[in-house]
């Protein structure tokens, strides 16, 4: 098949309103804010909102950009871990707020789920259709245990979204991705239905060191390329210290990662579009970069690409 190439026509992304910050959690349990930003990098959380109501605004920011209506959309694939209801997915519900006439579907791969979006929208480019919504969405305050300060201090709620679409100019590619899961690690971090997370801090850390390590070599591999020829990287946000050591082992520096987690914390599926939603605002990458994004987390799975950027130019919006 053809390699419809893979270009980023619009980026979006959104936070609730309301801030939670590290010394409100300090009056409900004991902890401070110089210790989780000293263990974490987190400086605030969002919370409120529904994952379907932040989903439709992020995506209808990237429609925006992407200049592209309702109509131009083919496929919907909504990457959450937070859905509104346990039946039926939020993506229709999504679709239905936005005007789409397409496929909508929930992905659940907890943090890597949009980057597992990416990949997925990728084939269905090879299969025919010409742009996907690709969004990652999440309120996991629903499902934090503000009472628990190994937990609680960690989760907040937003969304971000890309319209991706087949670029026939050659300019974007993906060039490169690993998609992987290890159910032995399920009960290190999960819930139970109406529960709130349970999970093992020291060994998701951890796990996720390796999984970073294993899936951006395996992505690195899969593209003919070296970590040198990459330029930028956009992790998952889940622990400053996280990224730190696995950097340290891959050989990335801070000065090439895009973050976001101060502000944020960890927002699971929607934290990489929110990171690059702030990154493409900074004017950080440009068309013809190499740039990788690396999604790890619950499940354990794991889900990395690599693409030559194409798209979204920020400098281009007005409003
Ligand atoms: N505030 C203050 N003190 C805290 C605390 C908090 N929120 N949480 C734990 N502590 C205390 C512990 O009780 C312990 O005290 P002690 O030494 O007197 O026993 C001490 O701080 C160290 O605890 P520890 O659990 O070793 O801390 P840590 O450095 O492992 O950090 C996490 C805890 C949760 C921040 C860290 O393990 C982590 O981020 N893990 C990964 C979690 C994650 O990213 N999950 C999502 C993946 S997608």
Not at 141 to 165: K, P
Not at 272 to 295: E, H, N, Q
């Amino acid at each position: 098949m053809t390699n419809p190439g893979f270009r980023f026509a619009g980026v979006g992304a959104v936070l609730p309103d309301t801030i939670v910050t590290n010394d409100d959690l300090g009056k409900n349990m004991d902890t401070s804010d110089q210790w989780i930003r000293e263990r974490t990098g987190i400086g605030s959380r969002r919370v409120g909102g529904t994952t379907s109501g932040l989903a439709a605004e992020a995506a209808a920011l990237a429609m925006k950009r992407a200049n592209v209506g309702p109509d131009d959309i083919d496929q919907l694939l909504l990457a959450t871990t937070s859905p509104d209801y346990m039946l039926p997915g939020t993506a229709p519900a999504v679709a239905e707020i936005l005007g789409l006439d397409c496929g909508a579907i929930d992905i659940q791969a907890a943090c890597s789920g949009w980057v597992y979006g990416l990949v997925m929208a990728n084939g269905l480019l090879l299969q025919g259709e010409e742009r996907i919504l690709v969004v990652g969405a999440e309120t996991l305050d629903r499902m934090t245990d503000y009472t628990d300060r190994g937990t609680g201090i960690l989760f907040g709620n937003g969304a971000g979204a890309a319209v991706v679409e087949k670029d026939s100019s050659g300019a974007g590619e993906l060039l490169g991705w690993d998609l992987g899961a290890d159910g032995k690690y399920i009960k290190i971090l999960w819930a139970e239905h109406a529960g709130t997370m349970k999970m093992d801090g020291k060994e998701v850390f951890r796990q996720a060191v390796i999984a970073i390590q294993r899936s951006a070599n395996a992505a690195l591999d899969r593209a003919g390329l070296t970590v040198e020829d990459i330029d930028f990287v956009i992790p998952h946000q889940a622990n400053i210290r996280i990224v730190e050591a696995a950097w340290k082992r891959l050989g990335f520096t801070m000065e090439q990662t895009g973050m976001r987690l101060e502000e944020t914390g960890n927002t699971s599926a929607a934290s990489i579009p929110l990171a690059l939603d702030k990154v493409l605002d900074d004017g950080r990458i440009s068309d013809g970069d190499t740039v990788m994004f690396i999604g790890f987390g619950a499940g354990m799975t794991w889900a990395t690409t690599i693409v030559r950027w194409s798209g979204d130019d920020r400098s281009a919006v007005t409003s």
